[in-house]
């Protein structure tokens, strides 16, 4: 959303302008790597276009100069030699607002963690003190470790409502209706760093293809499971972002005809028969005192009868829900993050059957679902993989 | 899905090997003049990453030697310089094979049409028949213009049908069950050129944003109406394929809980209750003959109340169904192509009313619903633009 300081491409980026080719190579690789994590030769010769020849001159000539590090790994059973940016002393935050944490982390341009913590906020938490807490978090974070605050090239933000990127702001939709038009400005007011904000299913599925083992997946949709139901999508190896930037609006797909109202207005939306909280409140009927979401997934580990129907008619509308998406995007992977991914195939199998039950045979057949591989981590990384990917002059 | 021979971009491709930076440039805009059809300095230079200073100066360059032609032209109330491509001589050639018809284009790298003609072909046609009845007509209409078998680059060809990327192959679900099974192969044996194959919807989205006063939209979704509803993608300026390449299945949305079963083994999708199948079904109960989408047409323009009803509730449900879609990958225009799209605002109105019923209010009102704007003619220059933008070497 905003360019960054910070010398992070070498040279003058005007390709007009420049000397040789030999030198729009290497910084080609460079940004690749800056874009895409740590890569094999292999994947940096078809990300490029470049000979594998070129590429492994390139890549030898950089070692030497110690800009990237390489170590041998296996890649589809054959071995290969990973390529990773070294450390710059650049350090890009990631930070997620969750609707009942925050968690920040602190990483390299070369994909390595240096720190993470978490906080957890009171439920229903005031956005403007939610702010300050993550920003007081956050320069604990950056003393403790001993990093000028110079190093830091921006703050990642993910958020969890619907942005427009045309202006930077949280529009109506958000789970926590507080967060509702804040923007970038005030972001950056209180972390005082340059801010790129973001929603936080966007950057569970950037930070999935950075930094889980589905790295490099070109086709893949993050669906986000917890008091609203998002989607973030990487498609043909990009993070997708439509017109205005309001996509994967998966909870509002319609699912019960007759249903309920929904907080956008409509009825019957998923998010009125799927969200952690429709499950809470089902489920808390008749308890002692509410339930929580670790509460769902321990009862639905010890196979809790009345825990595994709700959880089960909640998986079976978000499969058909990804279903109808499928027919349309043909993923190649489904991942399914929020709160309950602790309920394994408890959750995934009724979601398995919506999507079979629903999408085109050619689809529900090839389409993987997994849970995240990231956990909880996924946002705040995503949103540490934007800044990373983002400090490349002339991104936006 | 195959390469295509002629010298079609001069020098070598491997950018490891290359003299200087200038043929470098020069060869982008040449490749984005190839992908994007006929652009302004200002599109060019955006599109390129070149300074406007650099753009013109190899304009001027290419200008000089005719590789390009230059006119001046209105862009957003604006002067500005259009770039197009000169006559190579290179031939490029578009089949649109339809429920009833086969249409067939003949274009220039410049996306000049040179030639089009269509004709009819009986209703459930033999496949076989109507490759021989298209292969013929190309032969006439190459004979007619003069124009040598060699400068036929290749035939992009469009199918009703979903295709499997990975094979070239029509798979279950066209909407003529001979079609399935088709291959590029047979395909190449009957017009005895190279051949491109892709799904009919998808190719209108690319005319679209190629030919059509969309040229250039981003993010784009073209929803053909006929015996069956595909979609069409654009995202992100590029023609979109998933992991497999069975995208836009649009009337396998399910919108009818207790409906009646489709084709495709569910039940209450789309098509069972908005397809020109199903109108034409009802509409005819008690004519004296079965009627045809062309006179749904003329009936609907004459305002008969019993026409505009069922217009009326099919694109309401093909409204919804749209409305999930754009819910998630946000698009800035819809367009509507098919037989029906002579109905204008008769089937416009009830489709916007579906979309803003169902959509998230920031999509709903935001996103452009119009009809095509190349009418029948947008599939069959879709293939050509595919057989063009595909000749780049080392595209796919």
């Known amino acids: 959303m905003t360019a960054t300081s910070g010398p992070l491409v070498r040279g003058a980026r005007n390709p007009g302008s420049q000397g040789a080719l030999r030198h729009l190579n290497q910084e080609r690789l460079f940004e690749f790597l800056l874009a895409n994590g740590p890569s094999t030769q292999a994947e940096l010769a078809r990300g490029t276009g470049l000979s594998t020849a070129t590429v492994s001159n390139i890549v030898r000539d ?3 100069k110690g800009v990237v590090a390489t170590s041998p790994v296996n890649s589809s059973g054959r071995r290969a030699l990973l390529v990773r940016l070294t450390d710059t002393g650049d350090i890009a935050v990631g930070v997620d607002f969750g609707r009942r944490h925050v968690r920040i982390v602190l990483a390299t341009l ?3 963690v240096l720190a993470e913590e978490s906080i957890v906020l009171p439920l229903g938490y005031d956005v403007s003190e939610s702010l300050t807490a993550a920003s007081e978090l956050l320069d604990r974070m950056l003393e403790a470790g001993g990093f000028e605050r110079q190093s830091v090239l921006a703050v990642g933000v993910g958020i969890p409502g619907p942005i427009d990127r045309r202006t930077g702001t949280v529009l109506q939709g958000a789970i926590l209706p507080e967060w509702v038009g804040v923007n970038l400005r005030e972001l950056e007011d209180a972390f005082r760093f340059p801010v790129m904000v973001d929603n936080d299913a966007n950057l569970g599925a950037l930070g999935e293809v950075t930094w889980g083992e589905n790295r490099g997946v070109r086709n893949l949709m993050f669906v986000k499971i917890g008091s609203g139901i998002g989607a973030g999508l990487i498609l043909n190896g990009q993070p997708y972002y439509g017109y205005l930037g309001i996509t994967g609006e998966l909870g509002h797909t319609p ?6 109202i929904c907080r956008c207005g409509n009825r019957g939306c998923l998010e009125t028969v799927a969200s952690t909280t429709v499950m809470i409140e089902s489920l808390s009927r008749g308890a002692e005192k509410p339930i929580g979401t670790a509460d769902i997934v321990r009862h639905g580990l010890a196979r809790d009868p009345a825990t595994l129907r709700i959880v089960g ?8 829900a990804i279903a109808n998406i499928a027919n349309i995007i043909n993923p190649e ?5 929020g709160p309950l991914a602790g309920l394994g195939d408890a959750l995934l199998d009724p979601i398995q059957h919506g999507i079979l039950q629903n999408a085109l045979p050619a689809i529900g057949e090839t389409t993987t679902l997994r849970m995240s591989s990231l956990g909880d981590r996924a946002e705040s990384l995503g949103a540490a ?3 990373i990917q983002s400090s490349l002059a002339g991104h936006d």
Chains 1, 2 share one sequence.
Do not use: C, N, P, R
Request: aromatic fraction near 4%; glycine fraction near 18%; avoid cysteine.
């Open 110 to 112: 070369g994909y390595d």
């Open 333 to 337: 992977i489904v991942l399914i993050g």
């Open 313 to 320: 008619d909640a998986g079976s509308a978000i499969g058909q």
């Open 62 to 64: 950089m070692a030497a």
């Open 255 to 260: 699912v019960a005809e007759h249903g309920i």
């Open 385 to 387: 993989a934007l800044v």
